[in-house]
């Protein structure tokens, strides 16, 4: 991650060794690169990169036929380089789908920037609609991924900061229809460690929101609506639930990712595996699998793969104030689950993973 480069890879077909094969490398940032991520295939193969020389840069994907030796290969563009931040760029994220093509952008100065690409098939157009002072340095952006209409667009942001004496590090931002603005919704007072990597939980119809988070250990968090006065005009309250504590990996945790029904989490740590976990009928969560950095099973002494441990975590309500933590650093290894994309006019299906 420390690299000044992206590599982009593209998996069409596994050879008979089961080999991934990159189609891009190239140049992107004068400074090391911290993230990057997909935008919906509906919009076209569009990243986007943020980097510690204070940028974030669109790149799209391009099919040349300029001429006939690249005709049918595909090249990337930097479509547009976003420069209002005046500290390094530490994530981005685009917004679901259904909010358009939006970038949402985070520093390590405190600031949450979202973008909007007024037309989708011009990118080098983007133009900034919000600018949000969380007061803390920030790490890490999830936005939650609901299409309800009974759910404002809603995002949350870690924060790094190193100061275990002030509580807080995840604050939930929510739009105000009434004032066409994000405004704090809630904050999570008991995660005082430095918070490396959030993601909230697909919907799915839920009424209410999961949250996971990358810190110290890996907690679940429940975030349950309380009901509104019909003459409320302020961000939505939450009665804030700690569904799950995991420390299984006995050392700082990097990044937590959700599969696409939001039934497995996904973690990584310094240990250097992944671990899976998943709850049962009674909420009660088990790591259900742990794999070596190279994808393998980890095996136990006496030989098998190890799989279906103790329960580590469970659904038992807890107040807020009972957990407590320690500083912690940055950089780490990304756990990340890639949904499948179908391309249009095909019943085959790729995968984009991407590595940096």
Known sequence: MNSFKISVFTVWDKDENGEWHCTASWKTHSGSVWRVTWAHPEFGQVLASCSFDRTAAVWE??????????RGLSHWIKRTTLVDSRTSVTDVKFAPKHMGLMLTTCSADGVVRIYEAPDVMNLSQWSLQHEISCKLSCSCISWNPSSSRAHPPMFAVGSDDSNVSYGGKVQIYEYNENTRKYAKAETLMTVTDAVHDIAFAPNLGRSVHVLAIATKDVRIFKLVPMRRDSTSTGPTKFEVQIMAQFDNHNSQVWRV???ITSTLLA??????CVRLWKANYMDNWKCTGILKGDGSPLT??????????TVVGSSVQMPQNSLNG???????????FA???RQLGSSKIYQHPAHY
Not at 61 to 70: A, F, H, R, Y
Not at 267 to 272: E, V
Not at 326 to 336: D, W
């Open 326 to 336: 320690m500083s912690a650093g940055r950089i780490g290894k990304r756990a990340s």
């Open 267 to 272: 973690s990584s740590g310094d240990d250097g």
């Open 300 to 309: 136990s002494s006496s030989g098998p793969p190890m799989a279906m441990s």
């Open 339 to 341: 949904p499948p994309v």
């Open 257 to 259: 990712s959700w599969n």
């Open 61 to 70: 994907e391009i099919v040349g036929e300029s001429n006939d030796k690249q």
